[in-house]
């Protein structure tokens, strides 16, 4: 109940609201979508064959990528969309940093008072 309250919580904060509504618009662009998402995939991929060790592949995913990457940076939308999912990103790093601190604090106090 609580985790739900929380992601409510969350999930109405302007900046998470500005993320959803510029995926929405990222998204709403089809072509646009379909060629971050290419560039993910890519990028995943070119790290597994990196640490598989499959060199070749590594390179010429990795190219393909940043090839992708380079393009993409160019266009407006795609910029705002990186840019509000950073500033999410960062805010549920610190909320989650917080949770376990203030658990981790709560069990040492238990097994301090044990």
Known sequence: M???KLS???SELDYVQEFKRSEELLRSDEKLWSDYQLMKKLQK???LFKQIGKFQAFKE???QAQRLEKTLKLNSEVQNYVNKMIDT???LTYVT???ERKVNDGLLAMEASH
């Open 45 to 47: 991929d070119a790290i």
């Open 8 to 10: 409510e919580l969350i």
């Open 2 to 4: 609580l985790s739900k």
């Open 61 to 63: 995913t990795s190219f």
């Open 89 to 91: 990103d960062d805010l």
């Open 97 to 99: 940093g917080e949770i």
